[in-house]
């Protein structure tokens, strides 16, 4: 009998679209003296002493796999960690899990929590990949526009009015990923007493919860009164002790949801790289102050950088955490597309269209600020010089 197929690819892979923030980054890729404000990605090498635990966990022939849910050691120094540092407890045997990434660990969660149609709140501006996550795990997701008359913050009634009887969790992030938007701690109990109300879940990003630069001190999602039990706490060390190659992320959540996800992790990933973890061990122990001129660095360039935008007529508002300045570009009347295009094009500077992020991030772009003091007044005069010439 011959075969009617027309592809071998399902409709979910076909309709998926390629990521806007890479889109950019390969067309900078084959350009000379470009200045990238695109990647979110530390420039700091990662410290040597953590570099050097994992080159002697190699010479000691840690090679094979570790559990699971990652070496013990270190998912106790991840439960020491977020009880010192966050004041949020979790016990590192049943209620932590060491994934692939912070990327994998959501693509974890939604996989675990989704039944076929139930609904995720997404906040946008967002991370380019939580909708098709949820998507893939065959949820749908339900979009909420955050807007930049609030300076992105996104507003307990805005949520509300987007909870149906399908509603299963709210996609956070803080500090957020393209915006720099930092929630303080009234603002996520405000968010809080709403999951509670609706019976919700709250998976939390707190992927870039390090570097945040309010006199504030940081608030966890899961350190507010009622919500430890119903958060899924997704962190890493990619961004704030600069190990983004190492693809090295965790997840925190009671046990019950903790242990359903580490079933789709056997099955998924099997576990994350032996001297990966052990380099995380050791960035645990003793990196805090490795961490802390980073972050001082970052707070510089961030100053330059927003005052710098403010000046030449990109209004910005100051991003509370994370090494992302989301200027308006609506003055230029360009759109964030045809801006991004141009600016490359004409002066070398790549940085990433705010309509990737979601709708309520047109006319805006995202630059990147975890690159060289030097780097950045350049690119700030190029992109003056770009403006001036529109």
Known sequence: MKSTRTTYISK????????????????????????????GEPDFVTPWHIREAAINSL???????????????????????????????????????????????????????????????????????????????????????????????ILPEQLESAITSKTKAIMLCSPNNPTGTLLNQAELKAIADLAIEHDLL??????????????????????????????ILVSGFSKSFAMTGWRLGF??????ISSAMLKVHQYALLCASTMSQYAAIEALRNGRPDVEEMVKSYRRRRNFIVQSFNEIGLTCHEPGGAFYAFPSIESTGLSSQEFAERLLMKEGVAVVPGDVFGASGEGHIRCSY?????????????IKRFIDSL
């Open 251 to 256: 997840v925190c959540a009671p046990i019950e």
């Open 59 to 153: 010479e000691r022939g840690f090679t094979s796999y570790t559990p699971n849910a990652g070496i013990l050691e270190l998912r106790e120094e991840i439960a020491f960690y977020m009880k010192n540092q966050f004041h949020v407890e979790y016990a590192p045997k049943d209620e932590i899990i060491v994934t692939v990434g912070a990327s994998s660990a959501i693509d974890l969660a939604m996989r675990t929590i989704l039944d076929p149609g139930e609904e995720v709140i997404v906040v946008e501006p967002c991370f380019v990949s939580y909708v098709p996550m949820v998507e893939l795990a065959g949820g749908v997701a339900v979009r909420v526009q955050a807007t930049k008359e609030n300076d992105f913050k």
């Open 370 to 382: 975890a690159t060289s003091l030097e780097e950045l007044q350049e690119a700030v005069k190029r």
């Open 202 to 231: 709250i998976i939390a990003d707190e992927i870039y919860a390090e570097l945040s630069y309010d006199d504030e001190e940081y608030t966890s999602m899961a350190a507010i009164d009622g919500m430890r039990d119903r958060t």
């Open 12 to 39: 979910m892979a076909t309709d998926l679209k390629p990521s806007g923030i890479r889109r950019f980054f390969d067309l900078a890729a084959g350009m000379e003296g470009v200045i990238s404000l695109g990647v």
